[in-house]
């Protein structure tokens, strides 16, 4: 047995059966990505014959220089920018780049289609806002810089990653594309009766699907919509995109709508479709959704209809039960004379009588419906991922400074007989921001084959070199082993550049390339003309541009 798991670990790799206790006796590393100790995630290495990224760099020192650093022996090749365009019909790649998800074309791992989330516009692509108030033209920008850019990727003969504009799937999806609204609140009142809604932006990360579509989170939706006199209710979803197919947009309401970060996807012990998510505010929920009918992998994008009925649960830490977010439950609660109404929670019973009248209210309303049923206001909950290697789930939780967790911490939830659909769970502090780690909030996750966690942070611009956080200067990409003598030390990969996040970080499935985003460079700028970064750095620029890189120097394990 590995002498890194103690006792504890040791029990909870019990209950997930004997793959996987002998991969604990074994140390995980002997897995090689087959995953084979837990079931099917929607994981891009899943299933596939991998190569190890890790142990093979040396850790970097924290930066704050205006440039993206990385260990000796890897490099970067800048894909696509702000405004650069993308196709034969002059779209433009849009902003505030963050998830990236890559589809091999032909089983490729150097040719594939790429998709990047756009989730917020700045001073560089809208202009500088007077009093507070978009113009006509500001907002048209606004709605056109945010969404998703679908682009055709390629290395040349040299390695090198480039853009092809020629490509016929390459386009965007932004705030004026017209999305078809599924599950218990379309068309329902909630929803002005609608059943399509105009348009997707705020978004941020997001996750795929076990049939190879992407999922894309709205996250901080109002400030646009509001702005561009659209209706609030229809933002705040998780839409659906098929990167090889522009007709197929939806936004699926069973869900939830609250201030999305990312999805998840996993399969239960009797193969339903689970999608975990995060709200990403102060004192708000973990969720999950469980499909009411099973995955059948023949079936294709079809299964996407799982993802219009099921149940919609919140995490109660405290009584380590997933809570069912019903109408029942919610008129229930509300039934009582003495309800009164749980911090977070605005109203009088009566006006939350009138508010809650059917599903399709609870899933429109979702963080009060969990706040009345239990569910544990935590810290910033921003990325989840499954680990393909035990089926334990890892939550970022980045920061809360309500109360006092400046750097924030990563939780892991170990669920009952490691079963993604069961409705119990036991959890740990996997890792806590901080002096002792070399890192503070922690923002999106995502695995390598050596069940190592790619961590990128996400420090404010606004706290950044200031008072705890200096030491930590800019944002950075870390790698933490989650087993074996270094599990839970985290090792920096790279540094950002001046003001910004790395975002959306996803490797090729042989792992030689890790796609990442570069959000906000400059984003305490003031003057378009006096920019506090300039990255990327290109010839002739004279503004900073949110951009999408893809590293290369892995070596082959
Ligand atoms: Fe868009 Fe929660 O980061
Ligand atoms: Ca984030
Ligand atoms: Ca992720
Ligand atoms: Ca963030």
């Not at 190879?212 to 209706?231: I, M, Y």
Request: proline share 4%; charged share 20%.
């Amino acid at each position: 047995m590995d002498k890194q798991i103690d006792r504890r670990t040791f029990l909870s790799y019990l209950g997930t059966g004997a793959a996987a206790l002998a991969a604990a006796s074994a140390g995980l590393g002997v897995l090689d990505g087959k995953a084979s100790a837990a079931s099917a995630t929607a994981d891009h290495l899943f299933g596939f014959k991998t190569n190890k990224v890790s142990g093979y760099f040396e850790p970097i020192a924290a930066s704050k220089e205006d440039h993206l650093i990385l260990p000796n022996g890897y490099s970067y090749d800048v894909v696509a920018a702000f405004d650069d365009i993308i196709n034969e019909a002059g779209e433009r790649f849009g902003t505030g780049s963050d998830y990236n998800a890559f589809f091999p074309i032909d089983g490729s791992n150097s040719h594939g289609l790429l998709v990047n989330n756009h989730e917020y516009t700045n001073l560089f692509s809208v202009g500088p806002v007077k009093d507070g108030k978009m113009t006509k033209e500001q907002v048209e920008k606004d709605l056109y810089y945010q969404g998703m850019s679908v682009i055709e990727v390629a290395q040349d003969e040299k390695g090198t990653w480039r853009m092809d504009t020629k490509s016929k799937h390459a386009r965007r999806i932004n705030g004026f594309s017209k999305f078809e609204l599924t599950g218990p609140a379309a068309g329902t009142s909630a929803l002005n009766n609608a059943t399509t809604a105009q348009g997707t932006f705020a978004n941020c990360s997001g996750g795929i699907t076990l049939w190879n579509t992407v999922l894309s989170c709205e996250e901080n939706f109002s400030e646009t919509a509001t702005a561009a006199g659209l209706p609030l209710t229809h933002y705040g979803w998780v839409v659906e995109i098929d990167p090889f197919d522009g007709s197929y947009l939806k936004k699926h309401t069973a869900l939830g709508r609250f201030n999305h970060e990312n999805t998840c996807m996993g399969l239960t012990k009797d193969n339903r479709v689970v999608v975990y998510m995060g709200d990403d505010k102060k004192d708000a929920c973990v969720y999950k959704f469980v499909s009411k009918n099973k995955y059948v992998a023949e079936f294709g994008r079809k299964n996407a209809d799982l993802l219009t009925e099921g149940t919609l649960y919140v995490a109660n830490l405290k009584s380590g039960k997933w809570v069912a977010l019903t109408y029942e439950a919610v008129s229930k609660a509300l039934a009582n004379e003495s309800f009164k109404a749980p911090t977070g929670v605005k109203g009088t019973r009566e006006e939350l009588l009138k508010k809650f009248q059917n599903q399709g209210d609870v899933v429109t309303n979702c963080h009060e419906a969990a706040l009345i049923l239990g569910g544990t206001p935590t810290d910033r909950p921003e990325d989840i991922e499954i680990s393909p290697f035990d089926n334990t789930v890892f939550i970022c939780h980045t920061n809360n400074d309500n109360h006092g967790n400046i750097h924030g911490h990563i939780t892991r939830i170990f669920e009952k007989d490691n079963d993604l659909g069961a409705t119990e769970f036991d959890f740990e502090i996997f890792a806590a921001g901080g002096r002792q780690s070399g890192f503070s909030s922690p923002d999106n996750l995502a695995f390598d084959s050596n069940g190592n966690l790619w961590v990128v942070t996400d420090i404010s611009t606004s706290s950044m070199h200031k008072g705890v956080h200096t030491p930590f200067k800019n944002n950075g990409l870390f790698v933490i082993p989650t087993h074996g003598p270094s599990k839970g030390i985290a090792l920096q990969f790279a540094s950002a550049p001046i003001d910004s996040e790395l975002t959306g970080p996803f490797f090729t499935p042989n792992e030689q390339t890790l796609f990442l985003s570069v959000q906000h460079p400059g984003e305490n700028t003031t003057e378009v003309s006096k920019p506090t970064s300039l990255w990327p750095h290109r010839d002739g620029d004279k503004i900073p541009r949110c951009g999408v890189v893809a590293i290369k120097g892995f070596k082959l394990g």
